[in-house]
């Protein structure tokens, strides 16, 4: 089983997903990423799909729970770089990822981690 | 015309192995990248759904065509326990697994066609069908 290598960026946990994810990988990261938040006291956690295809019921859920893991933790989740094929297919399945806060590209995630982005929250 | 290939679904890696190939053919057969994202994502339900309620199953990838448009035809059978209310089955938010309720009642939403055979006792068959444009 592979697993998703996390970046340390000041107090910003970076994840990018590179790879075809199996779910096992999948409840892996889920793991990996609570425990690096409290070890580094992380604030913010950013989360590249730029590189992923397909976004199924399964990794939605995990994205989804990621972020409130992560709220639980006093860090914020951003998932960013989803491509438009992706986001199409996600509201078409019926899962439009509430809770969870995306942006653009990792650059305007770590804006808004810094608070220099727009202050709209999506619920 | 690419002839028809079927992949055992074992385990979590084949899920990652049938999209592959579905993503493949349906690329091979001139689907949007659209129409392939869901038709990939469809696979990855289905696929899934086979692996968790029945334990393991099949796919079947082939492409077909309807005098007008080519399209990839997808089959997943198991024979596992079966469902006992399709309906019910294909409600939205509906789960006996512990998921989300949207693995047949998405998949049903991102193809063409779509057909659901099973009987308590006998195993499931899943037949979807993506057109190309």
Known sequence: MDRVPILKLGDILIVSIQIDLQDQSVLALQEDLADAVVTHGARGVIIDITAVEIVDSFIGRMLATIASISRMLDAETIVVGMRPAVAITLVELGLSLGGVRTALNLEKGVALLDGRGAPAVRR | ?133
């Open chain 2, 1 to 133: 015309m690419s002839d028809a290939v079927e992949l055992p679904i074992a385990g979590n890696s084949d899920v990652v192995l049938v999209r592959q190939e579905v993503r493949t053919r349906a690329q091979g057969v001139g689907l949007s990248l659209v129409d392939q994202t869901k038709l990939v994502t469809a696979a990855s339900e289905l696929a899934r759904n086979a692996l968790v309620y029945a334990g393991g199953g099949r796919a079947r990838i082939e492409v077909v065509s309807n005098g007008l448009r080519d399209g990839l035809k997808l089959t997943f059978t198991d024979e596992g326990p079966g469902i006992p209310d399709l309906e019910l089955a294909l409600t939205d938010g509906w789960t006996t697994g512990g998921g989300l309720g949207l693995g047949l009642s998405g998949s049903r939403r991102l193809v063409d066609e779509f057909d659901l055979e099973s009987k308590p006792g006998a195993g499931t068959r899943v037949t979807v069908i993506k057109w190309a444009r």
